[in-house]
């Protein structure tokens, strides 16, 4: 991959996730749960972690998708939960796919994904509220997290394997 195609692809990955970020925030989500989100700019996410060569590419397209929607259309509080709970499930998503690559889809390492994002944003509000009963709230986000997960998972392999089949990205690793 060259080196002005990376910076346009990284370009393209970080507005199609501020379009998903966008469209998210429009729609309605009816949970018990405050503030849960169906997770769609994961998909880029995990697009990012099949496609791109280096792991520092992945993680520069989450912290800038991050700065930027704190800029379009959030505060600071949505970006202390955005940023811990994409750090957190990003690094659980390179831990997954490179030690259990031959064991795990990227299905599986989406919906992990998913879950620990949901954790790691209810580690902050459990530190900004001081009370560990927030973690109460953890299993209805991780089935609706795990649901969405896996729906992002099967979306992401869909969109990885038809990127495979162009010239660019001929070399990509894809667990089938």
Do not use: C, W
């Amino acid at each position: 991959m060259s080196k002005t195609f990376r910076i346009v692809f990284i370009g393209v990955l970080v507005a199609q996730a501020l379009v998903l970020y966008t469209v998210e925030s429009m729609i309605p989500v009816p949970f018990i749960a405050p503030g849960a989100k169906l997770g769609l700019t994961n998909l880029i996410t995990v697009i990012a972690l099949y496609t791109l060569n280096s792991k520092r590419d992945a993680f520069l397209i989450i912290i800038l998708r991050l700065l930027l929607s704190t800029i379009f259309g959030g505060n600071l509080s949505t970006f202390m939960y955005s940023a811990v709970g994409a750090i957190f499930s990003y690094f659980v998503m390179i831990f997954v796919k490179e030690i259990f690559k031959d064991k795990v889809s990227i299905i599986g390492v989406s919906a992990a994904g998913a879950f620990f994002h949901n954790v790691g944003q209810l580690i902050v509000a459990s530190l900004i509220v001081q009370n560990i009963g927030v973690m109460l709230y953890l299993p209805i986000l991780s089935i609706a997290g795990l649901g969405t997960g896996i729906f992002i998972g099967i979306a992401s392999n869909f969109i990885v394997q038809h990127l495979s089949r162009l010239s660019y990205f001929n070399n990509l690793y894809i667990n089938k």
